[in-house]
């Protein structure tokens, strides 16, 4: 069993910033992949970063540039920083680990409980 918590959603203008954060616990040996979705009212729930045990990244065209995903794995930690924040931004963010390789290759086994973030005009 994994459990993964995440913290630093919130409400900010449109251009800041804002940097998420995973903790997770409990079997973390078999997480491989991580990864942030994020789901807005009536939107699918979509990739926003992936990054493998490795460090190796990926990113959707739409935050390239803009999002950095990183993940300290000593403390078990992910982290996205979002700089240049747009309001098409506003999202409930979640945290999401996977035992594959790539967090792309199948439906991550585990995940956070969401943080929102709110992107004002």
Same mark, same amino acid.
């Given at each position: ?5 995440? +913290? !630093? !959603? !919130?409400?900010? &203008? =449109? ?9 997770? +616990? ?7 992949? *991580? ?12 990739? #926003? =970063? ?13 935050? @390239? ?9 000593? @403390?078990?930690?992910?982290?996205? &920083? *979002?700089? !240049?924040? @747009? ?18 290759? #199948? ?5 956070? &409980?969401?943080?929102? #973030?709110?992107? +004002? +005009?």
């Amino acid at each position: 069993q994994v459990q993964l918590v995440e +913290s !630093g !959603g !919130g409400l900010v &203008q =449109a251009g800041g910033s804002l940097r998420l954060s995973c903790a997770a +616990s409990g079997r973390i040996f078999s997480i491989n992949s *991580m990864g942030w979705y994020r789901q807005a009212p009536g939107n699918q729930r979509e990739l #926003v =970063a992936g990054i493998t045990r490795g460090g190796t990244t990926n990113y959707a065209d739409s935050v @390239k540039g803009r999002f950095t995903i990183s993940r300290d794995n000593p @403390k078990n930690t992910l982290y996205l &920083q *979002m700089n !240049g924040l @747009k309001p098409e931004d506003t999202a409930v963010y979640y945290c999401a680990a996977s035992t594959y390789p790539n967090i792309v290759q #199948v439906t991550p086994r585990y995940w956070g &409980q969401g943080t929102q #973030v709110t992107v +004002s +005009s």
